[in-house]
């Protein structure tokens, strides 16, 4: 099994930045994609950005030229660098891992945590 240990949310203004971090332990040999989800009120949980372990990305719509997904291979760390922050990017960010490149299969998830964009 794999345990996703998340940091780094919080409060921020809008135009304000905010880095989130995760840290992965237990069965870490299993993992090649690391990434984000967000879930917000009344909403599905979607996508924000994911990871491989060779450094190709994918990102929501919504997000890409404001966020950056970044991991540290040695760590099995993965990162969440959110610049230009939006009122509609308030959400719980939940860390996830796969066996997959780009997540979506058999994913382990952190418990979340809450981002809160004030305009």
């Known amino acids: 099994q794999v345990q996703l240990v998340e940091s780094g949310g919080g409060l921020a203004q809008a135009g304000g930045s905010l880095r989130l971090s995760c840290a992965a332990s237990g069965s870490i040999h299993s993992i090649n994609g690391m990434g984000w989800y967000r879930q917000a009120p009344g909403r599905q949980r979607e996508l924000v950005a994911a990871?491989?372990?060779?450094?190709?990305?994918k990102y929501a719509e919504s997000v890409k030229d404001r966020f950056t997904v970044s991991r540290d291979n040695g760590k099995s760390t993965v990162y969440l660098q959110m610049d230009r922050l939006k009122p509609e990017d308030t959400a719980v960010y939940y860390c996830?891992?796969?066996?997959?490149?780009?997540?979506?299969?058999?994913?382990?998830w952190g418990q979340g945590t809450q981002v809160t964009v004030s305009s």
């Open positions: 996830a891992a796969s066996p997959a490149p780009l997540l979506g299969v058999l994913q382990s």
């Open positions: 990871i491989s372990t060779g450094g190709n990305t």
